[in-house]
């Protein structure tokens, strides 16, 4: 399932440490039981949150994390980059279990269901390099497929576009970052441009008098309190929150992690270790949401001819949109289908492995974090470059999708973004429907008009 930028995080602020207090501590087997009906009942429309579903099952149903604390993880998560809906699982498995491998079991229980049936749908695939060599009613349901996937994609960038333009400078930032996605289609000139808006960003619209007298570039709000010296907390048997250690361990690791890939990458010539970089690398400049890795995966795999077609990357971007679980599921398909089950485990892991370590690097610093005014209005600079980098997705996977009939491409992601912006279907019923209305458009040719259609 796709997941959107945000999780429909209140703009409030609790006033609550992450402390652990009188919260129930989970049994693996519970926190499993806990997840897989996430997994596997994911498939909501591609506006809807999964704010609310993790807060019934964790904070309603299991009371296995508090209400403050929730409120918590998914403001940090709709603030750092990395996979929203992945990072919060992994923070919710964490402080309901109370140590580390519980958001590990929570985050496998929580993606494995969808990626899984990704790896078969992918390898599968890798068998027939042209589609046109597979059957002729799965070959026009994939048509479909690709044509509804347009208006996915085109939906979210829309509510992206509606929740983080707010001025001219975003919107000349939006532009001038489509343009440069089509002139210079290279990852590294992606994040550059990213890191730029950021900075462009602070520099314009930051009020400098606001800073005056000040010793750090903070907003005036109210401090989270510490509850770090409440005895009955202190004492209490399985107290505990994502401690500063396992924080300060995680950005280490994923600093050793990113070093060894490099080395590894540069003294071995190896295709796997070198999608496995790139992967990462995805992983970690996730800022906005998972919905930004779209160009970057499409510049680093779909330009790469040693990687991946753009018929296969459409394709399982649409598969990941319809199936449970979070979209970085996306990453299986696309290695396995270019280099085997080995290469789409390895992508798999490389890009859940940032999302993963951020979190729990980032969460016992978030007091502060949540605070910074520079770091705020650097985010909305880097979703703004984001946003023209997803139009300009939006623009190839329309090219795709009417590769073989312009027309009926047309009209179907019309359709689908009706269907899904106005009638509010989920993306399994609009993907299902765009496949069903391309074959529908093919018989009608072939038996009632008796014409021979040479999309083939």
């Known amino acids: 399932m796709i997941e959107m930028q945000t999780l429909g995080v209140r703009t409030a602020q609790p006033k609550f440490s992450l402390l652990i ?58 603030f750092i980059p990395g996979a929203t809906t992945s990072q919060m699982m992994v923070a919710l498995g964490t402080i309901s279990k ?116 000040r010793r750090t570039f903070v907003k005036e709000q109210t401090a989270t309190p510490a509850i770090v010296n409440d005895p009955k907390l202190i004492n209490k048997k399985n107290s505990h929150k994502i401690s500063q250690l396992l924080g300060n361990k995680s950005l ?50 779909v330009l790469n001819p040693l990687y991946i077609n753009a018929d296969a990357f459409w394709l399982g971007f649409g598969l990941a949109a319809a199936l449970p679980g979070p979209y970085l599921n996306f990453a299986i398909f696309l290695g396995t289908h270019s280099m085997g089950i080995y290469g789409g485990i390895c992508c798999w892991v490389a890009i859940f492995v940032p999302s993963i370590l951020q979190i729990w690097g980032l969460l016992p610093h978030w007091s502060n974090l949540r605070k910074n005014v520079y770091l705020q209005k650097f985010k909305e600079g880097v979703i703004s470059v984001a946003i023209g980098f997803l139009a300009t997705a939006v623009y190839y996977g329309w090219v795709d999708a009417c590769k073989y009939d312009l027309s009926t491409a047309t009209v179907i992601s019309f359709l689908s973004l009706v269907y899904v912006s106005l009638l509010n279907f989920n993306s399994p019923a609009v993907l299902t429907l765009g496949a069903a209305l391309f074959i529908i458009r093919y018989l009608a040719l072939w038996y009632y008009r008796e014409l021979d259609p040479v999309i083939f």
């Not at 596997?40 to 099952?57: P, R």
């Not at 071995?268 to 400049?285: A, C, E, K």
């Open 98 to 213: 109370k140590n580390a491998l519980g958001g590990i079991v929570a985050l496998v229980a929580y993606t494995v269901p969808g990626a899984m049936i990704l790896t078969i749908l992918g390898y599968i695939y890798s068998k027939y390099p042209d589609p046109r060599d597979l059957n002729i009613l799965v070959f026009l349901a994939i048509q479909g497929i690709k044509s509804s996937t347009v208006a996915l994609i085109l939906q979210l960038l829309i509510s992206m576009a509606a929740k983080s333009i707010n001025n001219k400078m975003h919107i000349a930032l939006s532009v001038l970052s489509a343009a440069l996605f089509v002139a210079y289609q290279q990852p590294y000139v992606l994040i550059l441009t990213m890191m730029m808006g950021g900075i462009i960003t602070i520099m314009v619209e930051y009020d400098a008098e606001n800073t005056i007298g």
């Open 252 to 301: 280490h690791l994923y600093s050793v992690i990113l070093l060894l890939l490099l080395y590894l990458n540069s003294k071995y010539q190896s295709l796997i270790l070198d999608i496995t970089l790139s992967f990462y690398n995805i992983g970690t400049f996730m800022i906005g949401g998972t919905p930004i890795t779209l160009p970057f995966m499409y510049a680093e795999t």
């Open 21 to 78: 207090d009188d919260s129930q501590t989970l049994t693996y087997l519970e926190l499993l039981k806990c997840t897989a009906p996430l997994a596997l009942i994911d498939v909501q429309t591609l506006s809807a949150s999964h704010y609310q579903q993790f807060k019934n099952v964790f904070v309603t149903q299991n009371k296995a994390v508090s209400e403050p604390q929730f409120e918590e993880i998914a403001s940090l998560v709709d």
